[in-house]
């Protein structure tokens, strides 16, 4: 009997701290001392008339929260329950327990939150938890933009979830369209996209009847995939690794792909210094069996590697060929040819392809130029070098020191020095 008297006593005392305790924390939380007596008042202080979205007879869930000896915090499509939050901040922090829908949070529907009773910030995190929990994703997508325009901290990571599970569970309700749009809307708000969800979304379009769709989101993953393996071969082609580069076009057929005529070029590009045009060559006859025609970046590439290998008559023979199967060279293959010819020691087969593309219309670049200043220099054309040094001159094309050489020996010997540009000297 004692010891349930002594029981008692302590417990009423523990009961008595708590009652303190709490008093104590509303005090420094500026908060007014409420109990469940003052209610009634309370819920008459926050009249709903300023706020017609939300009903003025409490509903049945907060009647009888009393017998429950719960306090759950009330929402509503429109609102969080400002009359609720301010009975009882922390219902917050409890836990929402009642999943009705949520909408936007207005900036009229926050003066609960801008009273200090909540901060904004947490409101929008329990309300996601909240969504997130109920699996309505639609409701979780809306507050993270919410969020974002309101310049709330939004991780990445949480909003591709919120639109990968709505995915998902338009997948479950036979909802292609919501699907696809919630697709969309990922690449819209620059969320990355893994291949497993664009293979997922591909076959979800399939099974939908959507052939066209899937095939053109299809594409648009072996773009994406291309793009990746593209950014590799230029790490490659940077570090002269050649060896690697071939290893990635290996790598996107183990991958059950076939690379795209831009990769492929990309791969070839990283074997021109090293000057293998034989495997060049080898990687085109690949090329034309997976249905890619070579283009004249692929030519130039092969071009490229046989001057850097020395075997000036064999690229001088290429260019021709090229031309045969009707792929036109750019000033870019002109001109690394012709500068080729004339470095060594073939001044006037320099002039016959210089000659050849002006006849076709096309620009020179400042190497062609340069090659065939010094070209005519040595055959002694010296009014051609005062005109190609013009051109120069007159296009922007920087002239190296080596042209305006040439151009001051030209003009002196056409007693003409004082009619060439400022800059050109006369050799020593």
């Not at 007879?57 to 306090?71: A, C, F, I, V, Y």
């Not at 069996?289 to 070579?294: F, M, Q, S």
């Not at 000033?331 to 076709?360: C, S």
Request: aromatic share 8%; proline share 3%.
């Amino acid at each position: 009997m004692l010891a349930e008297i002594m029981f008692l006593m302590v417990l009423l005392q523990v009961m008595t701290l708590c009652c303190v305790l709490t008093r104590q924390d509303r005090r420094r939380r500026n908060l007014p001392l409420l109990s469940l007596e003052d209610e009634p008042q309370i819920h008459e202080r926050h009249s709903t008339a300023a706020m017609p979205n939300v009903p003025k007879t409490m509903p049945d869930e907060l009647q009888s929260r009393r017998s429950t000896k719960t306090e759950e915090v009330y929402m509503c499509s429109a609102c969080f329950g400002r009359d609720l939050l301010s009975v009882n901040k922390y219902g917050m922090k409890m836990g929402i327990q009642n999943h009705a829908a949520l909408g936007s949070l207005r900036e009229e529907q926050l003066e609960c939150i801008q009273d200090g009773l909540v901060d904004i910030s947490e409101g929008f995190v329990r309300a996601l938890t909240t969504c997130e929990y109920a699996k309505s994703w639609k409701r979780v997508i809306y507050l993270l933009k919410d969020m974002k325009e309101r310049k709330i901290k939004v991780e990445p990571a949480r909003f591709r979830s919120a639109f990968w599970n709505g995915i998902l569970t338009a997948e479950m309700e036979q909802d292609v369209e919501e699907a696809f749009d919630l697709f969309q809307q990922m690449k819209e708000n620059k969320l990355y996209v893994e291949d497993f969800m664009y293979e997922k979304v591909i076959r979800i379009l399939e099974r939908g009847g959507q052939l066209a769709r899937a095939t053109a989101v299809d594409q648009e993953f072996r773009d994406m995939q291309m793009g990746q393996y593209n950014k590799e071969l230029k790490i490659h082609r940077s570090r002269n690794e050649w060896q690697e580069a071939i290893g990635v076009l290996d790598a996107i057929r183990a991958d059950g792909l076939t690379p795209t005529l831009n990769v492929t070029n990309s791969a070839m590009s990283a074997l021109q210094k090293p000057g293998k045009w034989e495997l060049v060559l080898t990687l085109m006859s690949e090329m034309r069996w997976e249905g890619n025609l070579p283009d004249f970046c692929s030519h130039t590439v092969a071009i490229s590697a046989m001057l850097s290998a020395g075997e000036l008559a064999r690229a001088v023979k290429h260019l021709e060929e090229m031309q045969q199967q009707g792929i036109e060279p750019t000033a870019l293959t002109y001109g690394r040819v012709i500068f080729a010819l004339e470095a060594n020691g073939h001044p006037e087969m320099a002039l016959h392809l210089w000659d050849q593309m002006r006849r076709k219309e096309i620009e020179p670049d400042r190497v062609g130029y340069e090659a065939a200043i010094r070209a005519c220099h040595r055959c002694e054309y010296w009014e051609a070098v005062l005109e190609l040094f013009g051109e120069m001159q007159e296009k922007d094309k920087f002239a190296s020191k080596v042209s305006r050489q040439s151009a001051a020996v030209a003009a002196e010997r056409l007693g003409l020095a004082s009619s060439v540009t400022e800059g050109a000297t006369l050799t020593a």
